[in-house]
């Protein structure tokens, strides 16, 4: 007897599902964070393996049954480790906040002392910020970026390892378009005898294909997650020197998780496969490319970007001197089947529910195969409708234009 459909089982599902599928296909995703996974990897992370409870590492589980889970996920952390140039890697993490969390409960008790970017300035809630249980927990000082260039200020950073003295310094971004310094993070971690963790969760991606540098070698623990520019499924995963692996492992398991997500370990050992193959540089450095010509066709139509451009997948503009707020722009964008999402800006004057910028990324539209040619297109999309954010009659020329151009690159991973 042939089992029941989706469709068949739960058809309010399935048409939402379906409703998702085709705003995938017709929309310019410009969410910096979000991309496409491949079919390949949308198998994996869909696959039987979800029925299977794994507590524990491999050769070291509570159940049986696990001869095949055990293979899966050694092959994963082989591939992670090759991929990346590490010791160890520990891919149960269910995300990149539970990742960041367990470096906390690895190293630190409630009250030590730690140093990392502010929300504010483009860092992540989990790097110490007052809402986050890494801010109320710990003793968390934040450091910005410069008002003159908003450039990472690291004469800030060294100042307040020197005054503060905690056990754990972070740098990474979420919000941050240039490169990071790693060996000057390094050199201030040393000098204070801390211990430096990386989140590398948007640029992962690109540490892999060689368009940033990497932190191995400078941080003692690099966190990420496996989506954004890595094209895996939605997962986390923590690297480390061998020296660290021990107390990583055990704050991961039975420190803060239980039974891993044994499908989505799966689906990102199929993404560090395709990682390792050359074409995966070729993307990684087309991201770059793409979000340099993007930045430039926006500076074209006179849409301010902090810092004046970007090094990574990532671009942030502040509307500011277009009369626009960020919120009333991403709203009119996705109007115009452009999606982004509303940010903050560095020493932003308005609300973070309704900011003053709007956050923008290339992964997804380099994924499709969209080049350098199509970033003027579409900046110029951009800049029309922030010009004219209640004009419909923009908005439906600028989407009906769009279509043609998603029509033009297939998404990988689905099914049409």
Not at 69 to 87: N, P, Q, T
Not at 117 to 136: E, F, M, R, Y
Not at 301 to 315: K, S
């Amino acid at each position: 007897m042939t089992e029941p459909t989706l469709t068949q089982v739960d058809p309010e599902i399935a048409s939402l599902i379906q409703k998702e599928e085709q705003r995938q296909l017709d929309v310019i995703r410009l969410i910096a964070s979000e991309n496409y996974a491949s079919r390949a990897v949308t198998e994996a992370a869909a696959s039987v393996l979800n029925n299977k409870y794994s507590e524990g590492y491999p050769g070291k589980r509570y159940y049986q049954g696990q001869a095949n889970i055990d293979a899966i996920e050694s092959l994963c952390i082989e591939r992670i480790k090759k991929l990346f140039g590490v010791e160890h890697a520990n891919v149960q993490p269910y995300s990149g906040s539970p990742a960041n969390l367990a470096v906390h409960y690895a190293f630190l008790r409630p009250g030590d002392k730690t140093v990392g970017l502010g929300l504010p300035a483009g860092g992540h809630l989990t790097h110490g910020w007052k809402v986050s249980i890494t801010g109320d927990f710990f003793s968390a000082h934040q450091y910005g970026v410069r008002e003159s260039d908003h450039r990472i200020d690291m004469d800030q950073v060294a100042a307040l390892v020197k005054e503060h003295k905690p056990k754990l310094i972070w740098c990474g971004t979420t919000a941050y378009p240039r490169t990071i310094d790693f060996a000057a993070f390094a050199q201030i971690a040393r000098d204070a005898g801390a211990i430096l963790a990386a989140d590398i969760a948007h640029i992962s991606g690109l540490v892999a294909g060689g368009a940033h540098p990497s932190p191995v070698g400078f941080a003692d623990i690099i966190t990420s997650t496996t989506h954004k520019t890595l094209r895996g499924p939605r997962g986390g995963m923590i690297l480390t020197t061998a020296k660290h692996a021990a107390a990583i492992d055990k704050a991961v398991f039975p420190g803060l998780q239980g039974g891993p997500h044994n499908s989505a370990i799966a689906g990102l050992a199929v993404a560090a496969h395709e990682a390792l193959q050359p074409s995966f540089k070729v993307y990684a450095k087309q991201i770059v490319d793409n979000a340099k010509a993007l930045a430039e066709a926006l500076m074209s139509r006179d849409v301010t970007l902090v810092t004046g451009g970007t090094d990574n997948h990532l671009i942030l503009a502040d509307l500011t001197s277009k009369n626009v707020s960020g919120k009333k722009a991403a709203v009119a964008l996705e109007a115009a089947g452009i999606v982004c999402n509303y940010n903050s800006v560095p020493f932003d004057k308005r609300k973070p529910f309704d900011p003053s910028g709007i956050r923008i990324g290339t992964p997804s539209i380099t994924s499709r195969g969209m080049t350098v040619a199509d970033m003027k297109t579409i900046g110029n999309w951009m800049a029309d409708v922030i010009e004219a954010p209640e004009d419909t009659k923009v908005h439906e020329r600028v989407k009906t234009e769009l279509l043609a151009l998603t029509a033009k690159y297939p998404a990988p991973g689905l099914a049409r």
